[in-house]
């Protein structure tokens, strides 16, 4: 039975319609949405690398038997029922996939990138002999499952998009990068025009506010430099809802862990916009240009994002030139 994921968002949380002045592709907007309702509700969230008592497979084995694509196929097939259990990336990837699928009517997108938008996870089959993996930042799968702006970078590499993103300043001085960086007020922060410039679809990557709820000033740090102590990033990947009527952002995603993961997963949340720190909004206007995908093979390294994976922070600076964003 379908969930209706958006109609029961829109019902429990009225969204605010806030007018974005930049170019929109409607259309891929509502097929965004329209690809949520073709997934199973909640189905668990899980990120071990083995099967346990609670989840007879991971959530890459689920991937791998989604994606279904043989030497033969012009395109796969994808099946969400299968990509259970979930994290945050691993859905919004699956998401992506399906909606490029419900899109590509006319099959402007090649073979050879689809073949390269398959997951590649050290699982062996026809089009993965070797049992090859993909780290952070390689790969078309490495790139949407990366730390920091993984997706942003990805679509700014396929021009299929663009993004932006907003900042409420670090709080403490041993994170802030300049001098003159200031935290922003609650009043601030919720007023900033970004909440507004999203619309509903757009993908979405929150760094979340650890403020007050941890006491430490890990929402401002982009990436994972491998230090033991060193704050490191805690991120989300979502799909934009809307701003509900008082003031929330509503979201779909795999969300957990949850006390009790095997009840977390697909699912819509919302949050008050200060419990995020950093957030980076994209949208995709061309998704004929996910052909792209066909220059980007199985083992290429985006080294930006690669880093980022236990090996370096970023910089504002340095995102916003990953991210092709002004």
């Known amino acids: 039975?379908?969930?209706?994921?958006?109609?029961?968002?829109?019902?429990?949380?009225?969204?605010?319609?806030?007018i974005a002045n930049?170019?929109?592709?409607w259309d891929w907007q509502r097929t965004v949405i329209a690809a949520i309702d073709s997934f199973p509700l909640r189905g668990g969230y899980y990120t071990g690398s083995r099967p346990n008592e609670v989840f007879s497979k991971t959530t890459w084995?689920?991937?791998?038997?989604?994606?279904c694509m043989s030497g033969n196929d012009k395109y796969p097939q994808f099946n969400p029922h299968q990509a259970q259990p979930s994290f945050c990336s691993s859905a919004i990837y699956a998401l992506l996939v399906k909606a490029l699928l419900m899109w590509n009517k006319s099959g402007v997108i090649s073979t050879e990138a689809w073949r390269n938008m398959k997951p590649y996870l050290g699982i062996k089959d026809e089009l993965n002999p070797d049992g090859i993996g993909q780290d952070d930042g390689v790969g078309f799968w490495g790139r949407a499952n990366a730390n920091g702006?993984?997706?942003a970078v990805l679509v700014h590499e396929l021009d299929a998009g663009y993004s932006f993103t907003a900042f409420r300043g670090a709080k403490n001085d041993s994170v802030k990068e300049t001098l003159d960086e200031r935290y922003l007020t609650d009043d601030e922060w919720r007023g900033h025009p970004i909440w507004c410039k999203a619309v509903r679809g757009d993908l979405m990557k929150i760094f979340w506010n650890r403020n007050e709820s941890r006491g430490h000033d890990g929402g401002a740090i982009i990436g994972d430099d491998g230090i033991k102590g060193h704050l490191q990033e805690a991120g989300h990947s979502v799909i934009f809802l809307g701003m509900t009527s008082d003031g929330r952002?509503?979201?779909w995603s795999s969300n957990g862990p949850g006390d009790i993961p095997e009840y977390m997963g697909y699912s819509v949340a919302t949050c008050d916009p200060t419990a995020i720190q950093r957030v980076v909004f994209t949208r995709i206007t061309h998704p004929e240009r996910f052909d792209n995908a066909r220059l980007i093979g199985p083992t290429d390294v985006n080294q930006y994002l690669y880093n980022l994976n236990g090996h370096s922070h970023s910089s504002t600076a340095e995102l916003m030139r990953a991210i092709g964003a002004k």
């Open 1 to 18: 039975m379908k969930q209706k994921l958006f109609l029961l968002c829109c019902a429990l949380f009225p969204l605010i319609h806030c």
């Open 22 to 25: 930049d170019g929109v592709n």
């Open 61 to 67: 084995r689920g991937l791998h038997e989604a994606f």
């Open 149 to 151: 702006p993984g997706l």
């Open 249 to 251: 952002v509503a979201y």
